[in-house]
């Protein structure tokens, strides 16, 4: 990883891309990944988004129709708790009236006054104690539905990606993708936990409004509804220019997190070669690219709000003033005005408020939308009807006229035909891009061969389970990777039945016991972030311990012994030797002087093996591994 840091931090688009077609490009492992190509423009399947959200939610429907339930509640205590205004503001007048006419009993006009007051105001209070109780339910119950809907997706994204080829996770950004489970799950989940709730109690509170008011004053109801087409054409236009500045800002946080995460991964390099100004003006210019983006979806996000509300504040001062109008010239009550001019206001609320949510929905769907795309991509081939498992081969190893390309317009690999058996150990050796990996990436079925086969004990690897197949092969790469957890537990990550015993074999087998008996905690100590507590070395014979312990009879090592010293790649040589004697193990080697003792050594060039023979033999044949063993010339 750190040696494709610096080809990765120049691959920003500051630099353009790399040529693709074959690993270190987009087209093949190890190159700079892309964002698969999701991502741009305004959302364009916003109505599927939404089932398949609804999806998730639809395993809870019945707590959903119970927070239905309490919406409807909450949003009729509220309404009956706001008309009983009318009769409170009713009584005071016409006491104030009566008060003001001459004999008028004052004490008892007060004392019936004061009475039917704190009636309707102890009504009031009930009323709202009952909508207090209902609203917290209603959102316990949200929040326990939505959470559980959320937990659902990330389980289902996090499955997907497991079941993905690695042609994906080569093509594809580790930033891009974690900003999916994050940034993406994270805005879905805030428009679940109040959006949908504001949505139905809107609506809700819309319709019985709209009753309360009719029952009020017919005329002032229809003055009123000649805004509501005004209020819609408003909220959708301005709800147009958001969609797309949405769905461009989830975009520009996927590519600001990728290079965020290429950045820190590729630390070292980056300061070893002094790229630390190139790296923060490539950044500062996605972050510039992220703050436009920002900026234009939370302006026309946050437009809404403003624009309705003040709109709404003029319909509000005609509705009274018409209202005045109208307790002057025809006996509407002071306190049916003062009522409905409330209802005014509750009706263009939920409008208001249902456009203010516009910011969180666009989001939501934007998010939606790139998460989808990852569910949606086509998961690595299933196994063919019959396919048998691998148990009990022995690693008769044939590779028969295979010719393979990571994209359909160049061929990496051109008719390569091999044999191995148990106990041998094959060699390759070339430059850099020479197919070398290649190889061993198809053996694993980690691609397909695109013309040819690959057998193992005479069967097709297409013939055999992948999980069988993976299994009975064990895999020592260059790039290391540990797990969090203690050393026990990931050298036992080749093999998980394995006894204490037996990883404490791998561990010397691979040189590896010396150094963890010095660790505090020996086999017990937890390793941190990938290993960091661990030199590079020492990272590398733990992953070759986990190769180690498993009863896999095929072995690959991949520039397995290029991150340790001299003294102890000799020690771990000794150890695999005795490992090597009943497997069939492949090595793919930088430093000839490790593959000397190899049954065979294939010698690739441009994706052909141009020679093939021992080390003694090759020596004597003067040609190309003469050239690259001598020094003649450079081994890319």
């Known amino acids: 990883m750190e040696r494709q840091m610096v080809i990765q931090i120049k691959d920003t688009p500051a630099f353009g891309k790399m040529p693709g077609g074959r690993p270190g490009g987009p087209g093949g492992p190890g190159g700079r990944r892309g964002p698969g190509g999701m991502g ?5 399947h916003a109505k599927e988004s939404v089932k398949r959200i609804f999806s998730y939610l639809g395993k809870d429907v019945k707590y959903l129709w119970l927070v239905a339930v309490f919406v409807l509640l909450v949003t009729a205590s509220s309404l009956g708790a706001a008309y009983l205004l009318r009769p409170i503001i009713n009584t005071l007048k016409d006491a104030v009236v009566d008060l003001a006419q001459p004999g008028a009993d004052k004490p008892a006009l007060i004392l019936k006054a004061t009475n039917q007051v704190l009636k309707g105001i102890l009504l009031m209070v009930t009323i709202y104690a009952v909508n207090i109780v209902c609203s917290y339910f209603q959102q316990r119950i949200m929040i326990q539905v939505s959470q559980r809907a959320l937990k659902s997706l990330r389980n289902d994204l996090f499955s997907k990606l497991e079941k993905l080829p690695l042609r994906y996770f080569d093509t594809t950004s580790h930033g891009e993708l974690m900003s999916r489970f994050t940034n993406d799950v994270d805005t879905i989940g805030e428009m679940l936990n109040g959006t949908i709730v504001n949505l139905i109690s809107a609506v809700i509170t819309i319709i019985g409004t709209l009753f309360f008011m009719f029952y009020t004053n017919v005329w002032l109801t229809l003055i009123t509804l000649v805004s509501v087409p005004i209020i819609s054409f408003l909220g959708a236009s301005i709800a147009k220019m958001s969609r797309k500045y949405f769905k461009d800002q989830q975009k520009a946080i ?24 190139n790296v923060i003006e490539d950044f500062a210019k996605l972050n510039a690219d992220l703050k436009e983006k920002q900026f234009k ?9 403003p624009v309705m509300n003040n709109f709404s504040q003029l319909c509000y001062a005609i509705v009274s003033t018409i209202g005045g109008l109208l307790c002057l010239s025809s006996g509407f009550d002071v306190g049916g005005l003062t009522i409905f001019t409330n209802y005014s206001r509750q009706f263009s609320r ?9 910011q969180v929905i ?4 934007a998010g939606a939308e790139r998460v989808f795309a990852v569910m949606d991509q086509v998961p690595e081939e299933a196994d063919k009807d019959g396919a048998v498992s691998m148990d009990g081969v022995d690693g008769i190893v044939k590779m028969e006229d295979v010719s393979f390309g990571y994209n359909p317009d160049k061929t990496v690999l051109k008719h390569i035909s091999l044999y191995a058996k148990p106990g041998q150990k094959i060699a390759f050796v070339g430059s850099t891009g020479a197919g070398k990996t290649t190889i061993t990436n198809l053996v694993n079925r980690f691609y397909d061969v695109n013309e040819g086969d690959i057998t193992i004990n005479g069967l097709s690897v297409k013939n055999y389970s992948r999980e069988s197949l993976r299994r009975n092969i064990a895999m020592v790469l260059q790039d290391t990777h540990l797990f969090s957890g203690t050393v026990r537990e990931n050298i036992r990550y080749g093999r998980l039945d394995a006894t204490d015993e037996e990883v404490i074999e791998a561990a010397k087998s691979a040189s590896a016991h010396g150094f963890i008996m010095q660790l505090e905690d020996g086999y017990d100590t937890l390793l941190e972030g990938d290993g960091v507590n661990l030199s590079q070395g020492q990272r590398q014979l733990l992953n070759i311990a986990r190769a180690a312990i498993s009863k896999a009879p095929i072995l690959v090592l991949d520039e397995a012994t290029s991150s340790v010293d001299t003294r102890t790649e000799r020690l771990i040589e000794r150890g695999m030797d005795e490992l090597m004697k009943t497997r069939t193990t492949f090595v793919i080697a930088h430093r000839l002087s490790t ?8 010698v690739l060039e441009k994706g052909e093996i141009i020679e093939r023979g021992t080390h003694d033999e090759l020596l004597a044949q003067g040609g190309r591994y003469y050239e690259l063993y001598t020094g003649a010339v450079e081994l890319d």
């Open 254 to 277: 996927g590519k600001v997190n990728g290079y965020i995460e290429e950045a820190v991964t590729g630390q070292k390099v980056i300061k070893v070669f002094n790229f630390e100004d």
């Open 40 to 44: 741009g423009g305004k959302p364009q």
């Open 595 to 602: 593959v000397r003792n190899a049954d065979a050594i294939m």
């Open 297 to 305: 979806a939370a302006f026309f996000g946050g437009l809404m709000g």
């Open 362 to 365: 666009f989001s939501a769907l």
């Open 350 to 358: 939920p409008i208001n408020e249902v456009s203010m949510q516009t």
